[in-house]
């Protein structure tokens, strides 16, 4: 995997897959960005992360409200992300 210019070597990309430290964040199938699981998990219990929401927008261009929908969650607050 590459690093991700302007990332200082924290998300890396095979042109498929996003990795942002040390989580596969999402890949790129037929033209649609899809999330892992254990991205899912991680914002469930972690919250938001405004460094790894950089990483996702500089490899697909999705911002947070974006990421959110298609995960069928949602920010209570600016960190906090509950289920739909």
């Given amino acids: 995997m590459k690093t991700i210019k ?6 890396f990309t095979d042109g498929k897959r996003l990795k942002s430290y040390d989580t596969i964040i999402c890949s790129v199938q037929d033209g ?3 999330f892992t699981e254990e ?8 919250g938001w992360s405004a460094t790894t929401g950089r990483h996702i927008c500089n490899f697909c261009g999705l911002n947070k409200s974006q990421v959110l929908q298609k995960m069928n969650l949602k920010a209570v607050g600016r960190f906090e992300i509950v289920e739909q």
């Fill in 6 to 11: 302007g990332t200082y070597r924290k998300a």
């Fill in 39 to 46: 991205y899912r998990n991680y914002l469930l219990l972690n």
């Fill in 32 to 34: 649609e960005v899809k």
